[in-house]
């Protein structure tokens, strides 16, 4: 497949798969309060569950489905997501406990795992190098609309319906989508190296999975409790174990010393950073309008679409600078953390056209830095591993996204009341945010190095099996 063979149908097919799994993981934060009254009767814990299982099956999943598209075929792995995506979607529409909708929602994030690292390589591998600020401009976008999709959407359906019509619509969705991919997206050269390596695989997902385990469970277990330690613990020993697995293997999962790479460590840190502030954001905007400024579920949907609008914009104007990511990056990222100190000033008395300029900044930051870091992780490593690059992208913006809301909500813990915690939360985040735009510039020695060039291990691609 010539590798300018993007068409619009295939760029829109596959952004639409992007938009709706990343969608699901705002979505369901506006149903908490539905949830928590509806005949499941759900524990806190048992809520919390619900929508962490989501993230951690999500992020935890990603680098070995990344991977697993590249040798075995990206659009097999994507079509093979949507099913699951569906089938989880099902099962929590249909939940008659807790436990059930719980394990719905985790086996749609395994099928999250296998959409985005796939939609993303297929983009990479079609659009060719001219192309490819474009793509992951319009990538990062649909990234950007399915928080924008998730908030709407579920504010939307907690106005107005139930929790479970949520669920229930993502089968007839992902059933069309899949038919999309179906019709416009052509297979794309795989990887010819050996097996998936099923041992490294669980290791690493294992890994990840604890460690997002203490990262998001901590702020109610306690930072100090054994629980949240053990779980640190067991994810260092197992990412060690990953470690030293794959640099005695002949095919390992991937080889950890491409992150000797000062660019794909910059942008993978990029990438957090920036996550890190805007699930911030997330994290207290729906809070901050619906228990401060006393909107409704469905007006604080709305409400939040200056956090989209710059993500809309800005994209397509940073595709033209891609050349020198090294200004944008820095760019985009300190108005990220400039944004959430403006946000960190509002109270209740706050105009909303003052709150919303402050998004607006936020956003524009996202829109800014975003594609390029995308772009930067993903040709830090040869073209035919483009599946594993997206994989390791995503990873570090989920890690992020669940470090900021954990942060958040620490700080927010040390206060008597949303009001006043607030603040201090975002200057924290905000803080934390400019000093790591200093560590991920100085990373960044000049304009990305591409390493999609043809290797020699790369340059007699095996083509995917036709189904």
């Not at 992007?18 to 969608?23: E, K, M, R």
């Not at 907690?158 to 989508?177: E, I, Y």
């Not at 990029?270 to 309008?289: D, E, I, K, P, R």
Request: aromatic share 6%.
């Amino acid at each position: 497949m010539p590798s300018h063979a993007l068409k619009r149908s295939t760029l829109l097919a596959l952004c639409a798969c992007v938009l709706v799994a990343q969608g699901m993981v705002a979505a369901i934060n506006l149903l908490i309060p539905q949830l928590a009254s509806s005949s499941l009767r759900p524990s806190h814990t048992e809520i919390l569950w619900t929508v962490d299982a989501y993230v951690i099956a999500f992020a935890g999943l990603l680098v070995p489905a990344g991977a697993l598209g590249d040798r075995h075929g990206r659009k097999g792995a994507l079509l093979a997501g949507l099913a699951l995506f569906a089938a989880g979607a099902a099962t929590s529409a249909f939940a008659p406990g807790p436990a059930v909708l719980i394990a719905g929602r985790g086996i749609s994030g395994a099928g999250a795992a296998l959409i985005t690292p796939a939609t993303m390589s297929i983009l990479v591998h079609l659009a060719g190098p001219r192309r490819r600020a474009q793509a992951m401009a319009s990538w990062t976008l649909a990234i950007g609309l399915g928080g924008l999709a998730g908030n709407l959407g579920g504010g939307l359906v907690g106005q107005f319906l139930t929790w479970r019509a949520l669920f229930g619509a993502m089968v007839p969705l992902a059933a069309l989508l899949a038919l999309a991919v179906a019709l416009t997206t052509p297979r794309t050269d795989r990887s010819p190296h050996g097996d998936l390596d099923p041992l490294g695989a669980l290791l690493l997902t294992a890994g990840l999975v604890a460690v997002l385990f203490g990262i998001i469970e901590g702020p109610d277990h306690g930072w100090a409790s054994s629980r949240i330690l053990g779980s640190f613990g067991a994810g260092a020993l197992l990412v060690a174990a990953f470690t030293l697995r794959a640099l005695r293997s002949r095919a390992p999962l991937f080889d950890p010393r491409v992150f000797r790479s000062a660019g794909l460590r910059a942008t993978g840190l990029g990438l957090m950073t920036g996550f890190f502030g805007l699930f911030a954001l997330f994290f207290v905007n729906s809070q901050y309008l619906q228990e401060v400024k006393g909107y409704g579920p469905a007006v604080t949907g709305i409400a939040i679409l200056p956090v989209i609008t710059g993500m809309a914009v800005v994209p397509r104007l940073a595709a033209r600078w891609s050349a020198h990511p090294r200004p944008v990056i820095g760019a985009g990222l300190a108005l990220i953390g400039l944004g959430l100190l403006g946000v960190s000033t509002a109270d209740a008395g706050t105009p909303y056209a003052l709150y919303a300029c402050w998004l607006l900044v936020v956003s524009a930051g996202t829109g800014l830095s975003m594609p390029a870091l995308t772009l930067g992780v993903v040709t830090s490593l040869p073209q035919h591993q483009a599946g594993l690059g997206s994989g390791l992208g995503t990873s570090a913006r989920e890690i992020g996204a669940a470090l900021g809301v954990a942060v958040t909500g620490t700080v927010l813990a040390g206060h008597s009341d949303f009001t006043g915690g607030m603040g201090p939360a975002l200057r924290t985040v905000a803080v934390v945010v400019l000093a790591a735009t200093a560590v991920v510039v100085t990373g960044l020695r000049g304009p990305a190095r591409h390493a999609s060039r043809p290797t020699p291990e790369a340059a007699t691609p095996a083509k995917e099996p036709v189904a």
